[in-house]
């Protein structure tokens, strides 16, 4: 077992398959942009009362209306960096474990493997050890390829690698949103296409260049059969990194300076998506159909990684760096401390449950909430109809005169209304009328007594005047 330190030299992208769309699973904030599962969009609405519309153009509208109390809410899975604040395709999201971006061992296997197979080809002395163990030592072309070019599984290769065990990145691993260019390696070619260029660009979430971390490659074979690794993994990738960094990346001196010490425990491999075809395949043996290049084993273009706008989109002299890149160095104390690794891992793991558990609990309460707040309505509403039910009860069992009476909030209104005439077939039933304000009236004492006390002057008013007459 050996412990390695992998650096990146270049962007890595190795795709999960999901897809961000900006203003409805992805928002842009500040040169960063906020990447959402739809489920947390949804808790947003359901905590703000918004309704979610059946339209995806009206539910776009809606977020973006909403983008900056949506991002302050801290709902994001993560967030990467981006100088692209605009884009109207969706980003490719990098490969990840719980929110947490990774390289996976696969991917670093396959790249190995890639370089063991050319070196098995090749029939090279460094990969005697190897060789050694295969039933079949015959490596022909038509047992790499069938008739129609299709790479056969091939049990006797299947057994070598089972030997080869790498483990996923542990380390936390930056992203940023990179736009790829398809550039033409010929640029005399590259001239007639300009327009297409941006036309077939996509946007990436890659892990960014310059970043370390640590893995595992274990040799479980008795004979230690992968102990050139290194030397394979160099005689392959040099001459391809060689091209990539003399095309476009000839000013970024730090890609060179950090391959000058390669040796067998210092090596190159390169990973992932849009880093080549001729990097996953055997040279001189895979065709690549439906190129203009004479050497069909080849491409006549390559997709490199643009980070910010800039407004030659032709060339891109100096702006772009190729795909994939990772310089490997073996530690000198060999064995990896596997214990510490696995309590970081746990340590995130515990965290990340953490927050889940913090979530659910803020879910469950908002669940709890809201029924308190239906069950309160219901019974108000209740309450509502009962009180409504029983003031009908009420009226119905009135005569229409104490309706009438009722009707009035204030009798001193309907005292003036019986004054003034307003009160229709007032002379039929104003003796009952007058008994009924007279009851309403004696409910109340102080009002009774000031009613009293105004007819009792009212009538020695009109004595007075009677007697004067």
């Known amino acids: 077992m050996s412990k390695y330190k992998l650096t990146t030299l270049s962007p890595i992208h190795i795709s999960s398959g999901n897809e961000f ?39 776009k509208n809606i977020i973006e209306r909403n983008r ?10 993560r967030k990467i960096e981006s100088s692209f604040s605009n884009f109207n395709k969706p980003i490719f999201e990098q490969l990840n474990t719980s929110y947490n971006p990774i390289i996976s061992g696969s991917s670093i296997k396959g790249s190995i493997r890639t370089a063991i197979l050319e070196c098995l080809y090749n029939d090279d002395t460094v990969c005697n050890g190897i060789k050694d163990i295969m039933k079949n030592k015959n490596l022909s072309k038509d047992r790499l390829l069938d008739k129609k070019g299709r790479i056969p599984f091939d049990s006797d290769f299947a057994n070598i690698f089972r030997y080869l065990k790498i483990n996923d990145s542990f380390s936390t691993l930056e992203t940023k949103n990179y736009k790829t260019i398809n550039v033409k390696k010929d640029k005399s070619h590259q001239q007639a296409r300009e327009y297409r ?22 040799d ?53 998506r849009f880093s080549g075809a001729e990097q996953k ?24 990684a643009l980070e910010q706008s800039i407004k030659d ?97 204030d009798m001193a209104l309907l005292i003036n209304d019986m004054k003034n005439g307003k009160i229709e077939d007032f002379e039929i039933i104003k003796k009952e009328l007058a008994n009924e304000v007279k009851k309403i009236l004696q409910q109340n004492p102080k009002t009774w007594d000031r009613a009293k006390q105004k007819a009792l002057k009212r009538k020695e008013y009109i004595e007075n005047i009677l007697k004067e007459g």
């Open 313 to 409: 989109k032709i060339y891109f002299e100096n702006e772009l760096l190729p795909f994939g890149w990772i310089l490997c160095e073996k530690l000198d104390n060999g064995i990896s401390n596997r214990v510490d690794i696995w309590e970081k891992q746990i340590d995130r793991f515990n965290a990340i449950e953490t927050i889940h558990k913090l979530q659910n609990k803020k879910i469950e309460e908002q669940k709890i909430l809201a029924l308190v707040k239906a069950k309160r309505e219901k019974e108000e509403e209740e309450k509502r109809a009962k009180e409504e039910a029983k003031e009908r009860t009420r009226l119905e069992a009135m005569t229409p005169i104490q309706r009438l009476v009722q009707s009035y909030i």
């Open 21 to 59: 769309e900006l203003n409805f699973n992805a928002l842009y904030k500040d040169g960063y942009i906020y990447l959402y599962d739809e489920f947390n969009i949804v808790d947003f609405f359901i905590a703000n009362n918004i309704i979610v519309p059946q339209n995806l153009n009206n539910l």
């Open 281 to 304: 395949s055997l040279n001189n043996i895979r065709e690549i159909k439906g190129v203009k290049e004479f050497d069909k084993s080849k491409t006549i273009a390559r997709t490199f």
């Open 220 to 272: 479980i074979s008795d004979k230690q059969i992968f102990k050139n690794i290194g030397i394979i993994c160099n005689k392959f990738y040099i001459p391809f990194f060689g091209k990539d960094e003399q095309i476009y990346a000839s000013k970024k001196g730090y890609l060179r300076d950090k391959v000058k010490k390669l040796s067998s425990d210092i090596f190159l491999i390169n990973i992932g």
């Open 197 to 218: 260029t941006e036309e077939i660009s996509n946007y990436i979430e890659a892990i960014k260049p310059n970043q370390t971390f640590e893995i595992e490659i274990t």
């Open 68 to 77: 900056t109390k949506i991002i302050e809410s801290n709902l994001h899975i």
